[in-house]
Nanobody, 116 residues
Framework: QVQLVESGGGLVQAGGSLRLSCLAS????????MGWNRQAPGKQRELVAR???????MYGDSVKGRFTISRDNAKNTLYLQMNSLKPEDTAVYYC??????????WGQGTQVTVSS
């Protein structure tokens, strides 16, 4: 069982930046992918970003060009650099790990609030 612990959320003004971190209890190198989803009040959870074992990345349309996903395998940590934040980015952000052939693991989430 892998545990994922997110940190780095908080309150920021529109146009500001935050960096989220996700510390895994074990090696992240073995996962096919890792990523971030988010869920705003009253809305469905949506994909924010993914990073695959080979290093390729993908982003949700609403964050392209503003957010950057990265990982440090040596530290078993996943990051999400969020720039040019908008009020509509307000949500709980969840870190996920996607092993092959089994269900993904998710963290408990960290709140990001962007004020206008």
């Amino acid at each position: 069982q892998v545990q994922l612990v997110e940190s780095g959320g908080g309150l920021v003004q529109a146009g500001g930046s935050l960096r989220l971190s996700c510390l895994a209890s074990g090696s992240i190198f073995s996962f096919d992918a890792m990523g971030w989803n988010r869920q705003a009040p009253g809305k469905q959870r949506e994909l924010v970003a993914r990073i695959y074992r080979g290093g390729s990345t993908m982003y949700g349309d609403s964050v392209k060009g503003r957010f950057t996903i990265s990982r440090d395998n040596a530290k078993n940590t996943l990051y999400l650099q969020m720039n040019s934040l908008k009020p509509e980015d307000t949500a709980v952000y969840y870190c996920g790990a996607f092993p092959a052939l089994v269900s993904p693991y998710w963290g408990q989430g960290t709140q990001v609030t962007v004020s206008s």
